[in-house]
C-alpha cells in the first residue's frame, strides 16, 4: 500500500544481492517500459505518477544467466485519507468528564486515536473515549492501511449558562448604600450575576490576595472578603463573574519601573516607558513579558479557587496608538494579537481543571479592526468560553454600521455590531455576552434606552449581558423578571 506521503515524491527501486546483477534489467509498470538510473547500489526507477489503484511492477533480466529471472510486484495507490466523523463532546461545566464519540469509514483497515490513546473500531466504524479530565481542545486521529491520516479536533464543551449581570466595584460592595440596590435586582430576580472587580484599572485587588508580588508592589486593598462575598451570592442564587483588568495596571508598571524592570512595561521606541495619554504614562504593562503575563493568569487562578464562577478579563489588549510608537519587550516575531491569544489560551488551560468560565472583555471595534488593539475575535474565541463586546452606544463614532446617530440608535447599532460578533466566533468554542450601557453621556439613557439594547441582543441570539454603569446604579425597570 502507498498513500499520499509515498506518492508524493514517489522513489521506487529495484535491489539485488550483487550489484552487477541490476545490469541489463528491463523494467515495466503495468506492462510499460520505465526508465531507471543506478543510484546507491540500486536500480531506481524515474516513476511517472501513479494513479489510484492497483499496480504491477516488473523486472525482467536480459543477461542469460539461468538464475535470473523474471521478478513482480503488486501494490496499491491509495492517497485518500479516512472519513471521520464527530459527535460533539458537551460537557456539564468546564474542566468535567466527557465522552468523544464519531465513526470511520473503512472500518477494518482504519486505526483511530483520541488525544493521543488507540481505541478500538466496532465493525460498524464507531468509536468512543471517556476523558475525565480532558484538554479543552481534544484531538482524534484516524489512520488508514496506506499510512494517510485524518486529524479533527472537537471542544469539550460546556454551555454557558444564562447570565445576567450588573458590575460592582471592589470599594462599591463594601459601600451598602451601593450593594444593597444591586441585591435587591438578585432578590428580585431582575439579574441572576454580579460582576465584581477582581483588579481594577488602578491596579489594585479588592480581596486580600496571597500572591507574592501582588502583595510586594502594594496591591491588596482587602476591600471585601472573596469567600464571605461568593457565599452570599451563591446563596441568593447568583453566580459571581470576577473581572481583572489585565494589561491595565498601574501599580505593577509603577513598582516594575522603580525596580528598574521595565522590560514589565509598555515601551516608546527609545526604551522609555510608553506614554499611555489620558491613562498615565506609567499605566500600561507589557503583555508579552513572562511576568505580568504570570500575575494575571495567577491571579485568575487563585480567584477560581476562592470560587468565582467565571473569569472575566478587561484592557486584554494593547495600548491604542499607532503600532510605531510602541515597544514590547519580548515580543519577538509574534505579532500582537497571537500573542494576546495565547496568553488567553495560557489561561484557560490553567483555569480548566478548577472548572469555571473564561471570558474576554474587547472593544466594538474588535469585530472588524482585529489590529487596531491587538483583539483578534476569532483567535481569541479558540480559546474562551464567552467574548464579551463592549458595543456602548455612546463609544460609537456617527454613521458606524449605517447608523446616523448611534448614540440616539441604542436598538439599531447595538444589533447591527453584536451580528458582526456573531460571525466572528461562529465555528469556535465561545459566545457572546455583551457588555451594554446603562450610563448617560451625551444623551439621556432611561429604561427604555436600556431594554432596547437588551432587545436587540436578544434579536442576536445573545439573552446573556453585562450592565455597566460605573457607580452601580441600575434601572431595574429596563429589567424583565427571571422566571
Known amino acids: 500500500m502507498l498513500g499520499r506521503a509515498d506518492v508524493s515524491k514517489p522513489r521506487l527501486a529495484i535491489t539485488a544481492k550483487e550489484e552487477?546483477?541490476?545490469a541489463e534489467i528491463e523494467v515495466r509498470l503495468d506492462g510499460k517500459p520505465v526508465h531507471t538510473h543506478r543510484a546507491d547500489g540500486r536500480l531506481v526507477l524515474d516513476t511517472p505518477s501513479l494513479a489510484e489503484g492497483k499496480h504491477e511492477l516488473t523486472a525482467t533480466s536480459h543477461s542469460g544467466l539461468p538464475f535470473l529471472h523474471d521478478v513482480s510486484r503488486t501494490f496499491t495507490v491509495d492517497t485518500t485519507a479516512p472519513k471521520l466523523r464527530l459527535s460533539p463532546a458537551p460537557a456539564t461545566k468546564p474542566g468535567a468528564p466527557v465522552t468523544v464519540s464519531g465513526r470511520v469509514e473503512d472500518?477494518?483497515?482504519?486505526?483511530?486515536?483520541?488525544?493521543g490513546v488507540p481505541v478500538p473500531v466496532g465493525d460498524d466504524g464507531t468509536f468512543s473515549r471517556r476523558l475525565e479530565k480532558p484538554p479543552s481542545r481534544i484531538e482524534v486521529v484516524a489512520t488508514d492501511a496506506a499510512g494517510n491520516i485524518t486529524r479533527e479536533h472537537v471542544n469539550a464543551i460546556a454551555p454557558y449558562p444564562l447570565t445576567r449581570a450588573a458590575h460592582l466595584t471592589a470599594i462599591g460592595w463594601s459601600s451598602d448604600v451601593v450593594r444593597d440596590p444591586v441585591l435587591r435586582l438578585v432578590k428580585d430576580k431582575k439579574i441572576n450575576a454580579v460582576e465584581l472587580d477582581i483588579k481594577d484599572e488602578n491596579g489594585e485587588i479588592g480581596y486580600n490576595s496571597s500572591l507574592p508580588l501582588a502583595r510586594e508592589i502594594g496591591a491588596v486593598k482587602n476591600r471585601y472578603d472573596a469567600r464571605k462575598v461568593i457565599d452570599t451570592l451563591h446563596g441568593?442564587?447568583?453566580?459571581?463573574?470576577g473581572r481583572i483588568v489585565a494589561f491595565r495596571d498601574p501599580i505593577l508598571a509603577q513598582a516594575s519601573h522603580r525596580q528598574g524592570k521595565d522590560n514589565r512595561l509598555v515601551q516608546a521606541p527609545d526604551g522609555?516607558?510608553?506614554?499611555?495619554?489620558?491613562y498615565g504614562t506609567l499605566s500600561f504593562t507589557n503583555f508579552a513579558d513572562p511576568e505580568v503575563r504570570e500575575y494575571n493568569i495567577a491571579l485568575a487562578t487563585e480567584a477560581a479557587k476562592l470560587g468565582f464562577d467565571d473569569i472575566l478579563y478587561d484592557y486584554v489588549r494593547r495600548p491604542d496608538g499607532k503600532l510605531s510608537t510602541l515597544r514590547f519587550p519580548g515580543l519577538g516575531k509574534q505579532t500582537p494579537e497571537k500573542s494576546i491569544a495565547d496568553f488567553v489560551a495560557d489561561t484557560h488551560r490553567r483555569l480548566q481543571p478548577e472548572g469555571k468560565y473564561l471570558g474576554v472583555s474587547v472593544f466594538g471595534i474588535a469585530a472588524t479592526r482585529p489590529k487596531e488593539i491587538a483583539q483578534d475575535i476569532p483567535a481569541l474565541a479558540q480559546h474562551a468560553d464567552y467574548i464579551a463586546p463592549m458595543v456602548y452606544p455612546s463609544h460609537w463614532a456617527e454613521g458606524e454600521y449605517g447608523v446616523a446617530s448611534?448614540?440616539?440608535?441604542?436598538y439599531e447599532i447595538v444589533n447591527r455590531s453584536l451580528a458582526d460578533f456573531a460571525k466572528q466566533v461562529k465555528g469556535t468554542r465561545a459566545t457572546v455576552v455583551p457588555w451594554l450601557q446603562d450610563f448617560s453621556l451625551g444623551v439621556h439613557y432611561g429604561p427604555t434606552e436600556v431594554a432596547d439594547q437588551i432587545?436587540?441582543?436578544?434579536?442576536?441570539?445573545?439573552?446573556?449581558?453585562?450592565l455597566w454603569n460605573a457607580g452601580a446604579?441600575?434601572?431595574?425597570?429596563?429589567?424583565?423578571?427571571l422566571r
Open 272 to 278: 522609555s516607558p510608553y506614554d499611555g495619554g489620558h
Open 20 to 22: 552487477d546483477d541490476l
Open 107 to 115: 472500518a477494518g483497515q482504519v486505526k483511530v486515536s483520541i488525544a
Open 236 to 241: 441568593m442564587g447568583a453566580r459571581v463573574v
Open 455 to 466: 432587545r436587540a441582543a436578544a434579536g442576536d441570539g445573545m439573552n446573556s449581558f453585562l
Open 406 to 410: 448611534p448614540n440616539a440608535s441604542p
Open 473 to 481: 446604579s441600575y434601572q431595574g425597570a429596563a429589567l424583565t423578571t
